[in-house]
């Protein structure tokens, strides 16, 4: 299991796979939490919502997920995953959980 420091920013960079063609996604709105995890049958409380931004939205190649400040998220068991909902018709396609600790970082 991977950590996140508290107080660091959190900073993903998805790259979309290339069996999935370039503009599959356009139309498609992506969203991310950050959850207590709880267990494999279920996840828990918000911890923050997760800003999901395309590097270029015409190939929707490239997925930037964020937050700027961690300092107040509580240090336990996390996980998160990216729900892509397509407007068109509001179908809805998510990708794995991930899971990960919150912990103490050394220099504060």
Not at 63 to 72: M, N, P
Not at 91 to 107: P, Y
């Amino acid at each position: 299991m991977n950590n996140h420091t508290r107080g660091a920013s959190f900073s993903k960079v998805i790259t979309i796979p290339r069996s999935i063609p370039d503009g599959y996604f356009v139309g498609w709105v992506p969203t991310s939490q950050i959850r207590h995890y709880v267990g494999v049958q279920d996840v828990g409380e918000l911890i923050e919502d997760l800003s999901c931004t395309w590097a270029d939205p015409l190939t929707t190649r490239t997925l930037f997920v964020q937050a700027i400040g961690t300092d107040l998220w509580p240090i336990t068991r996390a996980c998160w995953d990216i729900l892509f909902t397509r407007t068109a018709d509001d179908f809805k396609r998510s990708t794995n959980l991930t899971v990960f600790g919150i912990v103490e970082g050394a220099t504060q």
